[in-house]
């Protein structure tokens, strides 16, 4: 039976460009799972967006001496760019400056207000008396109270990580122009979340099949007992409150930002022509898969739920598979210092499947891991390339060139030949189950375990040896191995999709490989193949110590 997936994906900051943290913790995996989804035949909606508004925005741009759409636009550009390089398949990767985010966003507020879930109160402000403005968390530099460095901000020190708020801060200052903040009564909205601790408690529990990490963080939180937030801010760049008295004051950024998820299903569904048909994702028998990173977890298990139950009608998440962190060359990835690879940096120089493939076969799932410039020449050359590309590359060759560029015709199976078969086919089964579970890691790692299986079996049974004798046999060994290489093109197509459409063709398969299913697709005898073209290149060692000397270096 077909089923409805719904995927949620992170929403990037549009205020720098993306690295390979963001690609590994949330990127790739939704992607992997809507390849393999509709591949199955299931129906998919995965949509995202680049997150325009907030401070950190604000302040590169007031940096740079633009406005803060300008900014937005140019890295919003550059991620659709990336996306299609990459090889992400969103629906509609749209952004939070659109008027129908506006429209869904006020609408939600609204709701929640008339419900009593949001309400009016005072809350105490910086407030710079040369700006004449309230300042925002992040415009209020000082000293850390706990590691006593300079240069904290106003909602975290960068220094120990200590989440901070301005009123903490050691000698206070306006981060514009440097006078002492005051601290002023300003009128916000909250969210009334502490009113859903007992229904969200209730609810997760009943989550035992999210991963354990996502499950134990988002008890503990609850356990700990929530408390309302503010969902204002004295600020003018982002979504206008709707409500009389509120002008100068816009909607927080935690709250409209995962609304996008919703706001960009409705875009969706009117850019399709059914204005109506976002409901089949939110409504009903469907599941709602969010991709994120570890540090957005209480946005999606706590505070996104707690919105829609406020709201109604609209289905939960059903998992949340967070992942951990990706660490470069065994440091903590920091974007401020430059230690990261960037995505367009890497795309200007490289294919896109060698780095989909590290990513996935080493994805940080259930604990954190590194990249290094080693590993990936490593596993590009020693296992793209030696294990699977030349298994690839050595069968296509020697059957084109021997007989006359045709699948070869198959005489009585032996049994080792059908073992092999067999695992392959039997690995379909594995992979599914791994898959819709969302365990990238150990899916890939099947697939590759059947490309190891195909070449010791070759090795063993030689046809470039044998075809001088016995002719019959080595096409047998040949049509088993093209069986296996076509198993494989698919197994590896939500890892791998621009090689897996390239071996497609090379076999003779016409079309797209996607719509060949989630299913063994087996050559036909005399089925004609492309002239045979190796998948994957080797990388130059040298390109190690090249790249690794400008990490910290490039932006
Ligand atoms: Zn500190
Ligand atoms: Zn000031």
Request: hydrophobic share 35%; with cysteine; proline share 6%.
């Amino acid at each position: 039976m077909k089923e409805r997936i719904f995927i949620g994906v992170a929403w990037p900051y549009a205020n720098g460009s993306l690295h390979l943290g963001q690609i590994a913790g949330a990127y790739l995996p939704p992607d992997i799972f809507a390849r393999y989804h509709r591949a199955k035949g299931n129906e998919v909606l995965m949509v995202s967006g680049s997150d325009q508004h907030g401070t950190p925005l604000t302040i590169k741009a007031e940096q740079e001496g633009k406005k803060p759409g300008e900014i937005a636009a140019e890295y919003h550009q550059q991620f659709l760019d990336s996306w299609q390089k990459l090889g992400i398949s969103f629906d509609l990767f749209t952004s939070t400056e659109t008027a129908n985010h506006a429209e869904v966003t006020q609408d939600i507020f609204l709701t929640l207000l008339n419900k009593d879930y949001i309400y009016k109160d005072t809350m105490s402000q910086p407030y710079c008396p040369q700006c004449q403005r309230f300042l925002p968390d992040r415009y209020v530099e000082g000293t850390c109270p706990y590691c006593h460095s300079s240069g904290a901000r106003g909602d975290q020190c960068d220094k120990c990580g200590q989440p901070l708020n301005p009123a903490e801060l050691i000698e206070p200052r306006c981060r514009i122009c440097g006078a002492t903040p005051q601290f002023k009564d300003s009128e916000h909205f909250f969210l009334r979340l502490t009113e859903f601790r007992d229904r969200l408690l209730d609810w997760v529990k009943q989550q035992s099949h999210w991963r354990p990490n996502v499950l134990n963080f988002t008890m503990r939180y609850l356990e700990d007992g929530l408390k309302d937030r503010a969902i204002t801010r004295d600020i003018d760049w982002g979504i206008p409150v709707p409500v009389d008295g509120f002008d100068n004051k816009r909607i927080y950024v935690w709250f409209e930002a995962v609304i996008g998820y919703l706001s960009a299903s409705k875009e969706w569904a009117k850019s399709s022509g059914d204005s109506e048909k976002w409901r089949s994702f939110w409504q009903g028998d469907v599941k709602s898969y969010y991709f994120i990173g570890k540090d957005n977890i209480p946005f999606h298990t706590i505070v996104w739920p707690a919105m829609l139950m406020g709201y109604g009608d609209l289905n939960l998440p059903y998992d949340v598979p967070a992942n951990e962190f990706l660490t470069i060359e065994g440091r903590k990835l920091s974007t401020s210092q430059n230690w990261a690879v960037w995505l367009p940096d890497y795309l200007s120089r490289y294919d896109p499947d060698p780095l989909r493939y590290l990513l996935s076969i080493n994805m940080p799932e259930t604990g954190d891991t590194d990249f290094s410039w080693r590993e990936f020449v490593r596993r590009n050359n020693d296992e793209l390339v030696a294990t699977y590309g030349n298994l690839v590359h050595r069968v296509l060759t020697f059957v084109y060139r021997n007989f006359d560029g045709c699948v070869p015709t198959p005489g009585k199976s032996d049994s080792r030949g059908q073992a092999l078969i067999d695992k392959a086919k039997d690995t379909f089964d594995t992979m599914d189950n791994l898959l819709y579970r969302c365990h990238f890691k150990e899916a890939i790692r099947s697939a590759m375990a059947v490309a190891h299986e195909a070449n010791r079996y070759l090795d063993e049974k030689s046809p470039w040896k044998i075809i001088k004798d016995d002719r019959q046999a080595a096409a047998d060994s040949l049509y088993v191995a093209l069986v296996v290489i076509s198993h494989l093109k698919t197994m590896l197509y939500p890892f791998l999709p621009f090689s897996s459409q390239k071996l497609h063709e090379l076999l003779g398969f016409d079309g797209n490989i996607e719509d060949y299913g989630w299913q063994p697709h087996l050559p036909a005898p005399g089925q004609k193949l492309l002239p045979p073209q190796p998948l994957f290149s080797k990388l130059d060692e040298g390109l190690i110590e090249e790249e690794t000397a400008r990490l910290g270096q490039v932006n």
